[in-house]
């Protein structure tokens, strides 16, 4: 596929991973800000997605993913994600290089290697910026953005980042509880609250309240 | 080369065995205090080795550096400050990469750091086999694998100690953040060396971290500098870039950096199973804190751990009070030979004599506390306590940790203000004191017993439990006022290790034990003794007044305050004398009312009928429920929360609170037509 129809849907994808609607659609406004391109380009590439069957759009509005560009924008999103994990974890690339290396290699990964690597890496789900890595059969653009209370006994996840600012922020980071850090449910007290937690080899409690705002990817 | 003062402190996580070794090494040689001005535990002692002396120092458990709590400040201020000769840092094993976290921040602090591997059967046990030469290497500091319990791995430690001291080698810092991290921490470093001329005791390398953390006390430190600002100008600049790159703030880059090298040195030294075991600890909280039967359990440990502590201690406390009275006689007699006046015989005897013994009373049921308090703490039951009653108290503002404190104030509020101790969180621990005095110790008893006997004999019970009841409920109220309003915005987390199980050494709980009593009997004991003094001058002057009688400065005092009480329904002046005696300790009340009518025990329920009635005698023991706390309470307030201010406060609002509710509970009932 054409690489500029990849990148437009890769970033139309990163669009709406950022609405908290799924529904209301993506302005070309902001396709523009964000790849950093003036809005009649932003347009004609627009038009050409459209008939090719990846948006629908109307006139000077807002355009949608259709199934067919949704599924097509995942997997580019996806291939994208799990080779920013391999160049940061496997190749010790510095944060600030990782993202646009990515950009570099993501055309040229054909599907079976992007298979392979997905296997070398153990099947990721966050991608080093703490961005959720979609598979195949992912019906939404990102799950239910679950939370730490929200797992079931036993239910192993990973944390995405720890919650809002001071002391207790602090008291959690110390703690273990970082980014990437892999979480399970112990056991809950007897009343229902706080919960028990396993991370970094060992138990912590914490009040449901607190777990709340604690984001995590289920593994 | 032998040093003249060899100092080491113990640093590490709470429940990695540190304070086990520091018993272990220095025994008795050991003295407890707190730091100056802070409500942190100091604790210092020394021992020999090989003909030298050794002063160490069990620094405060932390699991971090940074500068929100009073144990990271005082730990980190210490190493920078004092220069230990050596820090060992105690990590437990089974527990490795949160207690490695901490040792890259001594590393980062510039202390000369030796890893003391603690619990290594435990990691056994849980089929971890740690390569501690590898780690060693990897760290940067040598590692020994020792058992504080016993004396395993003791002599390497020690020799170890000496053997780097003498070497003369500073620890190495091999802790590598990522090569973005790394390079700004360098850039920030090099301008610090640059723009700070004067000779400042911290590692450029830490402030730059610190700096760019965000740590308040070294921005405040660094402000005080000549090109402070501009320092933090730049430090703010690279802060930005971080967050833009990392997309997080940059405690959580920290954090993530330090973590991720940890976690990289444990992969590579550490051999675990792919699936963890599952511990003893595990089966054990699967029954204590199970749905059904957690609860039931904990209830029944509190239960005995009241009747350990109280009824066990009685028979200590009978004999105590025998002897004293023994003496008492003793030195009456002898002094009663010497022809001594009156005035002197009962200074020693009623003030001197009767004042040491209301404190030394105190001690069996201290001690017991203080040891079960350490058994719980100890034996990781404590944690497990916090986690089940936490719900409950949350509610009403509280931390899960508050229920002992609560619990113990059944028998006596001294323990049980002291015990606020193992609340880590000052605002918890303050607000926990502050409705601990609500609990109905058991010195109101007396009081209670005398009442109901002589006005509500067919009652006694249902009267008895009303007021513990109204004790309760209050105690609830004010601790929603209290967090909706002096407290309100500071709420404090619930984020709690659950150690694993551990049986507590005798010797370790034993020694917790005397140095907190000892505190008790030292401070606790000089303010009882200076009020019994002082209430004792009041009741026998002027000269040749009858002990407490009307006429005595005691008695006009309490004639001047009876009016206070008038709406209350007991406005005379007995009743105020026994109060103002109740605040050296609630069971002299029911002593002063038999001194000041003169009967003995039988007749002084009569004697009350004269003076109260059956409304206002409720209303005089709910006074007595709710009123100013006994001098050793306020003794132990001021001393748990280093502040005068606060004791006054307790002191002060629970008079008000007294006053408000038996007026309440008289003006109501005369309206409601009772007698």
């Avoid at chain 1, 966050?126 to 939370?147: A, M, Q, W, Y």
């Avoid at chain 2, 990590?91 to 949160?98: H, W």
């Avoid at chain 2, 008895?464 to 109220?477: D, E, N, P, W």
Wanted: aromatic share 10%; glycine share 6%; net charge positive.
């Amino acid at each position: 596929m054409n690489e500029s129809i990849e990148n437009y849907l890769r970033i139309i994808y990163v669009l709406v991973e950022k609405q908290s609607d799924k529904s209301s659609g993506i302005k070309i406004t902001d396709i523009a800000k964000e790849m950093d391109v003036s809005k009649p380009s932003v347009s004609s590439m627009i038009k050409k997605l459209t008939d090719q069957k990846y948006l629908k759009s109307k006139p000077y509005s807002k355009v949608f993913l259709t199934s067919k560009g949704f599924n097509e924008a995942r997997k580019i999103t996806h291939n994208h994600r799990v080779i920013e994990v391999f160049l940061k974890d496997v190749l010790n690339y510095d944060m600030t290089k990782v993202h646009v290396e990515a950009h570099r290699l993501e055309h040229a990964f054909s599907d079976e290697s992007i298979k392979r690597l997905d296997d070398f890496l153990n099947n990721p789900n966050l991608s080093p910026f703490g961005r959720f890595i979609p598979h195949k059969n992912d019906d939404v653009v990102l799950p239910e953005k679950s939370t730490l209370d929200n797992l079931k006994m036993g239910e192993f996840a990973r944390i995405v980042s720890a919650p809002g600012k001071g002391i207790i922020r602090r008291r959690l980071l110390d703690m273990g509880v970082v980014r990437g850090a892999r979480v399970v449910i112990e056991r809950v007290a007897p009343l229902g609250d706080p919960i028990q937690i396993k991370v970094k080899g060992y138990s912590l409690s914490l009040r449901k309240e607190e777990a709340k705002k604690i984001d995590v990817v289920k593994e | 080369m032998t040093p003249t003062n060899f100092n080491i402190a113990l640093a590490g996580n709470t429940n990695c065995g540190k304070t086990t070794l520091f018993n272990n090494l220095t025994g008795m040689k050991q003295h407890v205090g707190n730091w100056p001005g802070k409500t942190v535990e100091k604790k210092e002692g020394f021992f020999y080795y090989n003909n030298l002396k050794i002063n160490i120092i069990d620094l405060p458990g932390t699991y971090s550096l940074t500068a929100y709590s009073m144990e990271e400040i005082v730990t980190r201020d210490y190493i920078v400050n004092e220069s230990p000769d050596i820090v060992i840092n105690i990590v437990d094993a089974s527990n490795l990469e949160r207690n490695l976290y901490l040792t890259v921040q001594l590393i980062e602090l510039g202390a000369n750091v030796i890893l003391a591997l603690n619990m290594n059967r435990l990691a056994n046990k849980k089929e971890m086999i740690i390569d501690s030469k590898k780690l060693s290497e990897l760290l940067g500091i040598p590692i020994v694998k020792i058992e504080a319990i016993d004396k395993t791995g003791r002599d390497e430690l020690l020799s170890l100690v000496m053997k780097v001291y003498s070497s003369k080698k500073k620890t190495q810092n091999k802790i590598h953040y990522g090569n973005e991290l790394n390079s700004h921490i360098e850039q920030l470093q090099r301008i610090i060396d640059s723009k700070i001329k004067n000779e400042t005791k911290y590692l450029s390398k830490w402030l730059a971290i610190k700096i760019i953390e965000e740590d308040e006390e070294i921005i405040n430190y660094v402000l005080k500098e000549q090109n402070g600002k501009t320092i933090l100008h730049d430090a703010s600049k690279i802060r930005k870039h971080l967050m833009e790159v990392y997309g997080d703030n940059v405690d959580a880059i920290f954090a993530d950096a330090r973590y991720g090298f940890v976690a990289g040195a444990v992969a590579e030294c550490v051999n675990r199973p792919k699936v963890d075991k599952v511990t003893t600890t595990d089966k054990i909280d699967r029954i204590v804190t199970n749905k059904f039967l957690g609860i039931p359990i904990f209830l029944l440990l509190m239960y005995l751990m009241f009747q350990i502590t109280f009824s066990a201690a009685n028979p200590l406390v009978g004999l105590i009070r025998y002897l004293f009275g023994l003496l008492s006689q003793q030195v009456t007699i002898i002094l009663s030979l010497l022809n001594s006046p009156d005035w002197l015989i009962s200074l020693f005897v009623d003030s001197i004599i009767g004042g040491v013994g209301s404190v030394i009373v105190f001690l069996p049921n201290i001690f017991l506390l203080f040891l079960m308090i350490s058994f719980l703490e100890d034996s990781g039951y404590l944690a497990r306590a916090a986690f089940i009653m936490d719900k409950l108290m949350h509610q009403i503002g509280l931390h899960g940790k508050s229920f002992i404190p609560l619990i113990l104030g059944f028998g006596c509020n001294v323990p049980a203000v002291m015990a606020t101790r193992t609340l880590d969180n000052k605002r918890d621990r303050l607000l926990t004191i502050l409705i601990t005095p609500f609990m109905s110790c058991s010195a109101r008893l007396p009081v209670y017993i005398l009442f109901v006997s002589a006005f509500f004999p067919s009652n006694q019970g249902l009267i008895v439990f009303s007021l513990y009841l109204l004790g309760v409920v209050l105690a609830i109220t004010a601790g929603l006022v209290f967090k909706t309003t002096v407290f309100r915005g500071t709420t404090s987390a619930f984020v709690m290790e659950l150690p694993p199980y551990r049986l507590p050494t005798i010797k370790g709980s034993l020694i917790h034990m005397w140095e907190r009593g000892k505190l008790f009997i030292i401070k606790a004991g000089t303010i009882i003794f200076l009020a019994v003094l002082v209430i004792w001058l009041l009741s026998n002057l002027p000269l040749g007044v009858l002990y407490a009688s009307e006429s005595s400065i005691i008695g006009i005092i309490g004639k001047f305050i009876a009016p206070i009480f008038a709406p209350l329904g007991f406005g005379v002046w007995q009743a105020a004398v026994a109060l103002i005696f109740g605040v050296v300790a609630k069971e002299v009340i029911v002593g002063t009312f038999g001194a000041l009518f003169n009967v003995g025990t039988q007749g002084l329920g009569v004697a009350l009928t004269a003076v109260f009635t059956p409304l206002s005698a409720y209303s005089f023991m709910v006074f007595t429920l709710l009123y100013t706390p006994c001098i050793p309470t306020l003794a132990s307030i001021k001393r748990e929360t280093a502040s005068v201010a606060w004791m006054f406060f307790v002191a002060a609002y629970l008079a008000v609170v007294a006053w408000i509710i038996s007026f309440i509970v008289y003006q109501g009932g005369l309206l409601l037509g009772f007698t």
